[in-house]
Every structure is written in C-alpha cells, then in structure tokens.
C-alpha cells in the first residue's frame, strides 16, 4: 500500500496547476474483528480498506474530499482525478480564510513498528478459555494500521504498526459490570489469562451486595482506565492555545495567574514509544517529547500552524484540532502493591464513565462512577457500591488532595472502530486522593 500510495500521490502532485497546492493522506487498516456475546462468538470477519483523502489550496482558499480506494492503481488513479477535479470546482465558490496553513516541507519520516500477533486462526483458541464460566460481551481487534502523508512542498511520511485489544465487559446475573481493556502490540498468553483472572476476581465481587453511600468528600484511589479518561478531557478546553487564548481553556487559570497544581502531575505530549506518528494532517512534524504541564505548572500548550498565525505564536505542530495525540502522565512512586493498604477506608474506582465539563474555565469535571466501583476499609474491598456522580476541580484533585501516583504507567488505548480502527491511548498511572467530591 504504500509504493501505490507514493505513485499516486506523486501523479496528483505532478498533475497541480499554477498557484494549486496539494495535501494527500491516507488512512487504512488490515483487521480481523470478533464480536464475543456470552463468551461465545458471535461474529467474525476481515477488513482491508483506506481512505484517500485529498486537500486543494489555493488563491488563500482550502477544500477537502475522500474516497474509498479500490486496491486498483488504475481505478484509483482515475478516481483520484475525478475528486481532483471536483476540488476545483468547489474552491472557487468558498471565500477566503485569512489563517489558512500553506504546505510546507519540515521534513519527512517513514516508521514501521512490527509487532507479534495472534493468527487469524489462532486467535479463538487463544483468547475462549480464560473466559469460562462467566458472562462476556466484547469485540477483539488485531492487525495492521497504516497512516501516510504527501504535499506538494515536497515532503513525505509514512507510519505503520501492529496492534490488538480485546475490549470486554464481564456481566453478572443482576447486569452489573466490570469493563476493561487487555491490549499491546506483542501477544503475551499468560499475561492475557492473569489479566482476564484479574477481572474475573472483580466481577465476583461485583455480585456482592453494593453498598449505597452518601453524597460527601472520600479518599479515593481511581485505577489508570479511570485516570485516562480525565486526561482525555484535557483535549477539549485544555492544553490547546486556541482554547487559553478564547478564555474558555481549562488551564487559563494556570495561565494568566500562574496557579499551580501538584508536584507529582507532569503531563506530556510523547511520542517515543511509537504508538501514533509525529506528523500531523498537515505534515508537520511535531517534538518527539513535549512537556506540557511540569511538576505542576503550566509549561507549554499544544500550538496548531493555524493558531500560530491567528494569534501570532509559535507552532508546535499540533494537530489542527489540538487535542492529544499521545499524551503520558509520569509515573510516581506508589508501589502498585501498597495500593489498598495506602487507601485505607475510602472508594476504588476502576473506571468512570461519561465525563463532561460542569465548568471549563473554572476546571470542573463532571461524571459518574461506573463498572466495578468498591467500598474498602482498612485495605479490603467490602462491597461495590452504587453508581455515584462525582464533580470536582482538576485544582482540587490534581492539587492539593493529589496525594500518590502509582510507579507504574498503563496504555490505555483508544478501541473507537466507526470509520476504522484508531490509534494511540493515554498512557498514565493511578493516582490515590486524599478527598474526591461525589454530589450524588
């Protein structure tokens, strides 16, 4: 795929008429899918696609097209053209955008990350017995994804990695549920029948009796799944230049009046483990490391080229939207052994679920509690307890009441598949608080 993409996206190129300006992506995946209900399967099946998506520049004017290619270098040739063509038809009727980023060559790059992965034959037979005995619904994911990159400026990428994930959820008989994700790029088997067990020691606890409590502040552990998902916020109304120059960021406090959360909180934009690619739409390659915010304090912010330009700043290549690519939350040195004795009596959280801003500007998150949630006194579980709603500020619980992070980082990856397959995740530790707000 990529010789065919590089021969096609060269033609367009060559193909450009005087003062057009060209950007070409593609987007696809070799995937085998399995739908698990009951523990049993479901459904099985094989995809190959990508999507070729072309951007036409010119006259300070941008439109965008995609087509589905065929695996025909001539069909896709020729329907390359036609698209091309459309393009050009639709441009002139836009009007002008002021802030419009041009193609520019600031290098290129080709990564290739081969993994070790089950068979498409192997892979029932690896993955059914360690689901035995319980109640699981959830869809398995392996293969190829491949993302490449031309302009007209000259420059080239290409990015290609080997991935799965089972996402699963273990149900007991009243319907309640322990969720998790088993995920990488080399198959371990003992390492998925642990995790599996892990979960399944959840789910029995699940069956116990839940345990209603009251709305107040508690200590609170919040596994890594649960922390991901409060990181993933930080791309909506976060560390985005666009957003802190609108006053409507999350971090504008840390901005304008240099408030500071805890020294244990570093986030980064980090590319080094590979699991995404550095360049983004526009081909622009972004740092392999980014430090964001730096033992509590605001460092730098993700900078697309076009908030560049609005507002007279530094690019960082973000991406247009500036949202995280592959951030990692530093591990601290909570040993992931003392985590219930740390806790003591206080709430396990595992995950959360349906997370919003109740405040952006003031950095209040909203949410609830959700898939094997627990009581525990004096470093045992002692009951699930029932789905609670939590709003707080990132500047309570990621200030002050920040009291541990775990030694240990997790890849928490992204498992969305509507237009294809997704890569990167979050990859974080759990953090122990001395208070987390539940509202009711």
Same mark, same amino acid.
């Given at each position: 795929?990529?010789?065919?993409?590089?021969?096609? !996206? &060269?033609?367009?190129?060559?193909? *450009?008429?005087? %003062?057009?300006?060209?950007?070409?992506?593609? &987007?696809? &995946?070799? =995937?085998?899918?399995?739908?698990?209900?009951?523990?049993? $399967?479901?459904?099985? %099946?094989? $995809?190959?696609?990508?999507?070729?998506?072309?951007? *036409?520049?010119? +006259?300070?004017? !941008?439109?965008?097209?995609?087509f589905t290619l065929s695996g025909s270098d001539v069909n896709d040739e020729e329907s390359a053209t036609v &698209?091309? +063509? @459309?393009?050009?038809e639709e441009i002139v009727t836009l009007l002008k955008d002021p802030f419009i980023v041009m193609p520019d060559n600031t290098g290129s790059s080709r990564e290739e990350h081969k993994g070790s992965l089950l068979s498409e034959e192997s892979a029932v037979a690896a993955l059914s017995p360690a689901m035995k005995g319980v109640d699981l619904a959830g869809i398995w994911a392996s293969g190829k994804i491949f993302t490449g990159n031309a302009n007209s400026a000259g420059q080239k990428h290409w990015f290609t990695t080997d991935t799965f994930s089972l996402d699963y959820s273990l149900i007991t008989p009243d319907e309640k549920m322990v969720k998790a994700t088993y995920a990488g790029s080399n198959w371990n088997q003992s390492e998925y029948d642990k995790y599996m067990a892990d979960s399944i020691v959840k789910l029995r606890m699940m069956e116990k009796q839940p345990r209603g409590i009251t709305p107040g502040s508690?200590?609170?552990?919040?596994?890594?799944?649960?922390?991901?998902?409060?990181?993933?916020?930080?791309?909506?109304?976060? $560390?985005?230049?666009?957003?802190?120059?609108? %006053?409507?960021?999350? *971090?504008?406090?840390? @901005?304008?009046?240099?408030?500071?959360?805890?020294?244990?909180?570093?986030?980064?934009?980090d590319f080094t483990s590979g699991i995404v690619p550095r360049f983004n739409g526009n081909g622009e390659l972004a740092p392999e490391k980014l430090d964001l915010i730096l033992s509590g304090s605001l460092e730098n912010?993700?900078?697309?080229? @076009?908030?560049?330009?609005?507002? !007279? $700043?530094? =690019?960082?290549?973000?991406?247009?939207?500036?949202?995280? @690519?592959?951030?990692?939350?530093?591990?601290?040195?909570?040993?992931? /052994?003392?985590?219930?004795? =740390?806790? /003591?009596?206080?709430?396990?959280? =595992?995950? *959360?679920?349906?997370?919003?801003?109740?405040?952006?500007?003031?950095?209040?998150?909203t949410g609830m509690t959700r898939y094997a949630c627990f009581w525990v006194e004096n470093g045992e579980v002692i009951a699930p307890i029932e789905n609670m709603r939590f709003d707080d500020s990132i500047y309570n619980f990621f200030g002050d009441n920040l009291e541990a992070v775990t030694d240990k980082t997790h890849l928490n990856p992204s498992v969305l598949s509507y237009d294809g397959r997704e890569l990167g995740g979050v990859t974080c530790p759990g953090i122990l608080l001395k208070s987390f707000e539940l509202t009711l």
């Open positions: 795929m990529e010789k065919s993409f590089n021969i096609l !996206s &060269e033609k367009l190129i060559n193909s *450009l008429e005087s %003062g057009e300006h060209l950007k070409v992506s593609i &987007e696809g &995946e070799q =995937s085998q899918f399995i739908r698990f209900s009951k523990s049993k $399967v479901r459904q099985s %099946g094989l $995809v190959d696609d990508a999507t070729l998506i072309l951007t *036409l520049i010119k +006259n300070e004017r !941008s439109c965008s097209g995609s &698209e091309l +063509n @459309r393009l050009r508690y200590r609170t552990y919040i596994a890594p799944a649960g922390v991901a998902d409060i990181i993933e916020m930080f791309s909506w109304g976060g $560390v985005g230049e666009a957003s802190i120059q609108q %006053g409507d960021s999350s *971090l504008c406090k840390m @901005r304008q009046h240099n408030v500071k959360i805890s020294p244990c909180f570093t986030l980064s934009e912010t993700l900078v697309s080229s @076009r908030t560049a330009k609005e507002y !007279s $700043v530094t =690019s960082n290549f973000a991406s247009d939207g500036e949202s995280l @690519r592959s951030p990692v939350l530093a591990p601290g040195d909570l040993n992931e /052994d003392d985590i219930m004795k =740390s806790l /003591d009596t206080g709430i396990y959280l =595992s995950n *959360l679920h349906y997370l919003n801003w109740s405040d952006r500007p003031g950095g209040r998150i």
